[in-house]
């Protein structure tokens, strides 16, 4: 004859049934959201969920304040300009450029409401924890 199984032990079949159900809802790769509020206190809504800063993580690029430096060398000149009284030394004339720049770049815009962005769900990651990527748009 059968034996009924306890009490503890239904229970934990069925909380082992309803973790499976519930992992098989949970990304597995990057998928795309939508901007409800903008940073720095962001809400993105994704697959029926709302990602705040307490669940998500976000690129710093996507952030007023974000700086960078770019460094390089110019090889170029200015337009040809005349100039002066029309006596032959202010004919039309150009200057040549040959500099390294260094510039830093300090972006003063954050993403917006409508914006669509890249999301890709951390594995591993105690909870469900996420990190905000990119803006992303779709070319019709």
């Known amino acids: 004859m059968a034996q009924i199984p306890s009490a503890e032990s239904s229970v934990e ?62 090889v170029s000149a200015t337009q040809n300009k005349s100039g002066g009284s029309g006596d032959n030394s202010y004919e039309s004339h150009n200057h040549s450029i040959d500099n390294d720049y260094t510039e830093n770049f300090i972006y003063t815009d954050t993403l917006k409401v409508g914006d669509w962005v890249s999301i890709l769900p951390c594995e591993g990651a105690e909870g469900q924890l996420y990190i905000i990527n990119e803006e992303v748009v779709k070319l019709e």
């Open 13 to 74: 079949k069925i909380v082992d049934i309803m973790h499976s159900v519930a992992q098989s809802y949970v990304p597995r790769s990057a998928f795309i959201g939508i901007v409800k509020k903008p940073p720095p206190n962001f809400v993105i809504k994704a697959n029926n969920i709302e990602l705040t800063p307490e669940n998500a993580y976000i690129s710093k690029r996507l952030l007023v304040g974000y700086e960078r430096t770019a460094r390089g060398h110019l």
